[in-house]
C-alpha cells in the first residue's frame, strides 16, 4: 500500500553532480524522517543524509559538504543534490523513510527500489 519510488540514478564523471529523488505514496497518515542510503559492492548498506520532517538534517561525514538533502511534505518527497561526485560515491541508493500508514498502530521504515550511481571518467 505504502510506497517509496525513486527517479533513475545514472553514470557521472568525477566531479560533477546528479540529483535523486523519492516520492512517498499510498495510504500515509504521517511521516518522520526521511532520507538516503547507499550501498557499494561488498558492503553494508550505509547512511547518506536523512532529514525530519521539521527540516532537521544528518549527513555521512564521507559526504559532507558536497551532499544536500530537502523534503517537501506537501509532495511528501525527498530529494538528494549530490555535488562534486567521487568514485567512492558510486553504489545503489535507496530512499528511506519512517512512515505511519493509515492501517497501522506502529511508524515502520520503507525503502525504496534502489538506483545505481556510478561516478566514473
Known amino acids: 500500500q505504502v510506497q517509496l519510488v525513486e527517479s533513475v540514478g545514472g553514470l557521472v564523471q568525477p566531479g560533477g553532480s546528479l540529483r535523486l529523488s523519492c516520492t512517498a505514496s499510498?495510504?500515509?497518515?504521517?511521516?518522520?524522517?526521511m532520507g538516503w542510503y547507499r550501498q557499494a559492492p561488498g558492503k553494508e548498506r550505509k547512511l547518506v543524509a536523512l532529514?525530519?520532517?521539521?527540516?532537521?538534517?544528518n549527513c555521512a561525514d564521507s559526504v559532507q559538504g558536497r551532499f544536500t538533502i530537502s523534503r517537501d511534505n506537501a509532495k511528501n518527497t525527498v530529494d538528494l543534490y549530490m555535488n562534486n561526485l567521487k568514485p567512492k560515491d558510486t553504489a545503489v541508493y535507496y530512499c528511506?523513510?519512517?512512515?505511519?500508514?493509515?492501517?497501522?498502530?506502529?511508524?515502520?521504515?520503507?525503502w525504496g527500489q534502489g538506483t545505481q550511481v556510478t561516478v566514473s571518467s
Open positions: 532529514i525530519t520532517r521539521d527540516g532537521i538534517t
Open positions: 528511506a523513510a519512517d512512515i505511519k500508514a493509515r492501517s497501522s498502530y506502529y511508524v515502520n521504515r520503507y
Open positions: 499510498g495510504s500515509i497518515f504521517s511521516i518522520n524522517a
